[in-house]
């Protein structure tokens, strides 16, 4: 007897345009020189934390709060952008890999069975981001797979690796390649044919997302499936270790490399009768390869030559589009997300970010699913982001751009929900650079304004928050919290996001007299922001939603 209708909330009333705000990378810290956020001007966020408690407070982003392995998994994106739309926890991509190999149903699926066929004769590819960072893939999920392939028959193995720099310190990817070429030449001794066979940084090499740069996929295609890159090297670490050496050369953006034998020729070009996985468990930067992959018909960029594989993802990425068809852990099951359930309770929703940003307020807030629920309710606008630049050359991104679309999509009053991502905080925060975030801090603080000033003007009321931490905290620190110093005594720059709780924020002039954040729920989180938002349209939410954060007073 399941229904999409929502009952009524007692007390607050409909027709309320609610702006929800995310803002990218943004979490709650001590201030200090390396905190961005503090360190930036911010003077709307600042007025909103003003109105703590009673409006303002934290929520966890991090760990088993969203539905990660541990509590030292750092937020990210997709989880967070999850829990944030589906209103409930569930067990994340990391999680239900790490599931599937301890209990070994991974070898016995459908999906290992099917690139298993390749074994005898062909070559299995293993394609993915190596580090530790658990965001995209984890290296000790690698090698457990490496493990589980030779003992079921795998012969001839190559991997094709993708250095991190991103999630995980700059640099480490030296040790990463290291520890992987020392597994390899274990499996060598078994009488495998393991080697690594190209390579590459994740920001320049395969691993773009959203279309925004499909010149990105074709140099990963190039080195992995064709053997062919501008750098050839005969050993990985070699090659890490030697394209590092270069002015501003870092893990992200390393240039592709394939590995070559003694006669220079590569040593593992993707060809007829193999067999590939991509071994990311996260979506968004695997569906474009899986795209290259799979599909016969593709005008992206020309593939030169298309080879008969069968190929698997780590999961399945996008789940409306069956891609790719072929999996070897399933996917966890995002059903009745609150933007579903809210459409169909006639909430007209707008949403929109940049490029870089657009899917995790579209794909990764309606539970992993690409398009609209029903076109006719829904508007989904991208700002296109400039592409081929990193991020601190122009920090400020389009966060205006986007602002604006953003306040006339509330001042057309055709919506009720305006949703939005403001990329800043985390896009230039991934860079490293201090500076360009803080300007990139200042530059989001700015286009909250604009869009809370349009909410002022519409009566409505407004939502801020963020999916994880990153820019107020850059620098890799000890136990005590202190920065952690290198051999050189120098400070260690932390691109990466962090386990810091974010702010959120309600407000506006819609927002009825007595609401105010409950005391009851101290340790609430990205999940239970869905039910508040819920509630602030005037509806309750399902039961089996987390609690709302939100409790309506007399007064
Ligand atoms: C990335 O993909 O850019 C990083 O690994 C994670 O960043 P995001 O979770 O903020 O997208
Ligand atoms: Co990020």
């Known amino acids: 007897d399941f229904s999409w ?29 390396y905190n961005c956020i ?29 539905g990660l392995p541990t509590e030292d998994d750092m937020g990210n994106s997709e989880v967070g952008h999850n829990a944030l739309g589906a209103g409930r926890i569930f067990a994340q991509g990391a999680k239900l890999v790490d599931l599937a190999l301890a209990s070994g149903k991974l070898f016995e699926g459908e999906g290992f069975k ?22 995209h893939s984890r290296l000790d999920q690698l090698q457990l797979l490496l493990k589980g392939c030779s003992e079921n028959g795998a012969k001839r193995i190559r991997v094709h690796i993708l250095t991190d720099g991103r999630d995980v310190l700059d640099g480490s990817s ?25 390579g590459g940084g994740r920001m320049y090499v395969t691993m773009d997302r959203y279309e925004n740069d499909w010149g990105v996929v074709k140099r990963g295609w190039d080195a992995q499936v064709l053997g062919e890159a501008p750098h050839k090297f005969r050993s990985a670490v070699e090659a890490v270790k030697k394209l590092r050496e270069a002015p501003k050369a870092n893990d992200q953006y390393l240039p592709p490399f394939v590995i070559v034998d003694e006669s220079g020729k590569a ?9 590939v996985v991509t071994i990311n468990f996260r979506a968004d930067r695997m569906v474009m390869i899986a795209k290259a992959l799979e599909y016969a018909d593709f005008d992206k960029f020309d593939r030169v030559r298309f080879p008969k594989i069968r190929y698997a993802g780590m999961l399945q990425y996008d789940g409306e589009l069956k891609l790719p068809s072929r999996y070897l852990v399933s996917p966890p099951e995002i059903d009745r997300t609150s933007g579903e359930y809210l459409v169909h309770n006639g909430i007209r929703t707008f949403a929109c970010s940049e490029t870089v940003k657009f899917g995790h307020v579209t794909f990764f807030w309606n539970g992993n699913r690409s398009g609209y629920f029903n076109p006719s309710m829904e508007e989904y606008v991208e700002i296109p982001s400039d592409s081929g630049i990193t991020f601190n050359v122009q920090p400020k991104m389009k966060a205006l751009e986007i602002a604006e679309k953003v306040r006339d999509a509330i001042l057309s009053r055709k919506f009720d929900q305006v949703r939005v991502n403001l990329p800043n905080g985390d896009m230039v925060g991934h860079t490293g650079d201090i500076e360009a975030t803080v300007v990139g801090c200042k530059a989001a603080d700015e286009a909250v304004k604009i869009i809370l000033d349009a909410i002022e003007q519409v009566g409505g009321i407004y939502v801020v928050t963020a999916d994880h931490g990153n820019a107020e905290d850059m620098v890799k620190r000890n136990k005590t919290g202190q920065p952690q110093l290198d051999k050189a005594g120098k400070i260690q720059i932390l691109t990466s996001h962090t386990l810091q709780p974010v702010p959120i924020a309600i407000g506006g002039p819609g927002l009825a007299s007595g609401v105010r954040f409950r005391k009851d729920v101290p340790d609430g989180g990205l999940a239970n922001v869905a039910a508040t938002v819920m509630n602030l349209h005037g509806f309750e939410a399902p039961t089996d939603y987390e609690p709302t954060l939100v409790e309506v007073v007399d007064n």
């Open 5 to 33: 209708k929502l009952a009524d909330h007692p007390k607050l009333p409909k027709g309320k345009t609610v702006a929800v705000v995310v803002l990218d990378g943004w979490g709650e810290a001590e201030p200090d020189q």
């Open 38 to 66: 503090h360190v930036a001007q911010t003077p709307t966020m600042d007025s909103l934390k003003k109105g703590a408690p009673e409006r303002w407070r934290l929520v966890r982003a991090h760990g088993t709060a969203v």
């Open 114 to 135: 099917y690139i298993k066929e390749c074994f005898d004769k062909g070559t299995l590819h293993l394609i993915g981001l190596l580090s530790d960072g658990g965001v």
């Open 174 to 198: 030296v040790g990463f390649v290291e520890t992987l070429e020392n597994d390899l030449a274990k499996l060598r001794e078994k009488g495998i044919d393991a080697q690594i066979a190209s």
């Open 267 to 275: 040593v593992g070009p993707i060809v007829d009768g193999d067999a």
